[in-house]
């Protein structure tokens, strides 16, 4: 049974830090594309940061570079997310995605809610 379970969301206040793990189970993690999105109130789920398989790449959405880091431990089939310089814009559900386009597979967690607010 695949599951991707987030943890680490909280309320935090501006300019603050947080770091969201993402525990996976059920599939071969080492073999897949570790992607956290975002879904704030109101709008469509975007994509905030991807990590290969064997770390070699990364990517980020603009309003997150530089603040933002994407990181995975295949070991413990863990992702995580370090968010620093958090925004109230940064406020949303954030969700865990694994993809393996090899075979067409994409699973998701239950997500983890993060409030950036005074």
């Given at each position: 049974?695949?599951?991707?379970?987030?943890?680490?969301?909280?309320?935090?206040?501006?300019?603050?830090?947080?770091?969201?793990?993402?525990?996976?189970?059920?599939?071969?993690?080492?073999?897949?594309l570790?992607?956290?999105?975002?879904?704030?109130?109101?709008?469509?789920?975007e994509?905030?940061?991807?990590?290969?398989?064997?770390?070699?790449?990364?990517?980020?959405?603009?309003?997150?570079?530089?603040?933002?880091?994407?990181?995975?431990?295949?070991?413990?089939?863990?992702?995580?997310?370090?968010?620093?310089?958090?925004?109230?814009?940064?406020?949303?559900?954030?969700?865990?995605?694994?993809?393996?386009?090899?075979?067409?597979?994409?699973?998701?967690?239950?997500?983890t809610?993060?409030?950036?607010?005074?």
């Amino acid at each position: 049974q695949v599951q991707l379970v987030e943890s680490g969301g909280g309320l935090v206040q501006p300019g603050g830090s947080l770091r969201l793990s993402c525990a996976a189970s059920g599939f071969t993690f080492s073999n897949y594309l570790m992607s956290w999105y975002r879904q704030a109130p109101g709008k469509e789920r975007e994509l905030v940061a991807s990590i290969t398989a064997t770390s070699s790449s990364s990517n980020y959405a603009d309003s997150v570079k530089g603040r933002f880091t994407i990181s995975r431990h295949n070991a413990r089939s863990t992702v995580y997310l370090q968010m620093n310089s958090l925004k109230p814009e940064d406020t949303a559900v954030y969700y865990c995605n694994a993809a393996r386009p090899l075979n067409k597979s994409n699973y998701w967690g239950q997500g983890t809610q993060v409030t950036v607010s005074s």
